[in-house]
């Protein structure tokens, strides 16, 4: 599988809510990445694993990788990979204030937006995308 399927099938199981799964998916990449997108993988993988120990009540440690996660992912713009992080910060940070009362109910469950799909608008821009222009050599 190539690495960019490898990424997507990882979106695509913590969409899911196979947290555990998407962090493993992930993981693989992670182990062999350069700088930056090794410390970008990191970030989404604290964020499953947080998410995972959210599902088997480990509160504390959720908190903490969810923190440690969005520090990391906060080092990419709100569009990144083709993914609106911006979104996914926020929500994981909604999840931190929760988790440090548990008060009522909890936000909801977290959703990886894509935002570069063909016909979707761009994140953050307001603006579609447009086809990149053709290398002509």
Known sequence: MKANEQFERGVALFNARKFFEAHE????????EPEPEKTFLQGMIQLAAAFHHCRR???RGAKSLLAAGIAKLERFPSCHRGLALKDLRAQATAWVLWLGREEGTGPPQPKIRVASRKGRLACSTGQRK????R???
Request: proline share 6%; charged share 35%; aromatic share 12%.
């Open 130 to 133: 447009t086809k990149p222009s």
């Open 57 to 59: 009540g480990n509160s």
């Open 25 to 32: 998916a992930w993981e693989e990449l992670w182990l062999v």
């Open 135 to 137: 290398r002509r050599d």
